[in-house]
């Protein structure tokens, strides 16, 4: 049976065309305009993704409401923003209410599904052992690229699908200049100078959490950051 899709957006042409794109690629779709009517339909069956928008008609933080009740029902449900609002402020807030990713509407249709490919590739992922030839190992740090997770000295990093891929970029090739642009690239995200810096800050914040001495990752000003080497 296929994944089963949420969507929550309150512009109808905006809803139907993202819906059509997810069922071109075989998904099924529940489309909802605001917050309420997709609450009750939750409370029943959640869905496989939530693909969910900020602001929802005259619920202007409605996104941010429905994302900390999903996260509150289940800690696996892939939920990603979808937003026309690209501030480093509404970012930073969905991903701290427990979003796997926060997305601007500029992106494509081809780089959302490929997104969404990839979240249900690693929740797929998280459910089997780990597969040894897929590690990468950088002295503490342990990338797994099936899984799409990482851990640092032996503890999980709890890292967005994004965040996850700039650590990748960087750790792969310890000791290189990684621009802003490569890590866009990198992570299929369109973002802007400042969304870059707060992600690196969020890295940074969630490394130390487990680590108070984590120092890897290293501001090149004016070029971009690199992974140090042991």
């Not at 369109?190 to 914040?205: A, G, Q």
């Amino acid at each position: 049976m296929g994944k089963r899709i949420a969507i929550v957006e309150d512009e109808a042409a905006i809803r139907e065309n993202y819906a059509a794109a997810f069922r071109r690629e075989g998904y099924s779709v529940d489309l909802f305009a605001a917050r309420g009517p997709a609450l009750d339909a939750f409370s029943a069956r959640l869905p496989d993704l939530v693909v969910i928008d900020i602001n929802l008609k005259d619920d202007v933080e409605g996104g941010f409401e429905l994302c900390r009740d999903l996260r509150g029902r289940s800690k696996d449900l892939p939920i990603i923003f979808l937003t026309a609002r690209d501030s480093e402020f509404d970012a930073v807030s969905g991903l701290r209410l427990g979003a796997d990713d926060y997305l601007t509407k500029d992106i494509s249709l081809p780089h959302l599904m490929a997104r969404v490919a990839a979240l249900f590739r690693r929740i797929e992922a998280l459910q089997k052992p780990a597969s040894e030839g897929k590690l990468v190992n950088r002295g503490e740090l342990e990338i797994d690229t099936d899984r799409m997770t990482i851990r640092w000295k032996d503890q999980p990093v709890g890292l967005t699908l994004t965040e996850f891929w700039m650590v990748h970029a960087l750790a792969r090739y310890p000791g290189h200049v990684k621009n802003r642009q490569q890590l866009m690239d990198a992570a299929q995200a369109v973002l802007d100078d400042n969304t870059i810096t707060s992600h690196v800050k969020r890295i940074r914040r969630k490394f130390v959490a487990i680590d108070p001495g984590f120092d890897a990752i290293e501001t090149v000003y004016g070029m971009g950051y690199r992974w140090l080497v042991d």
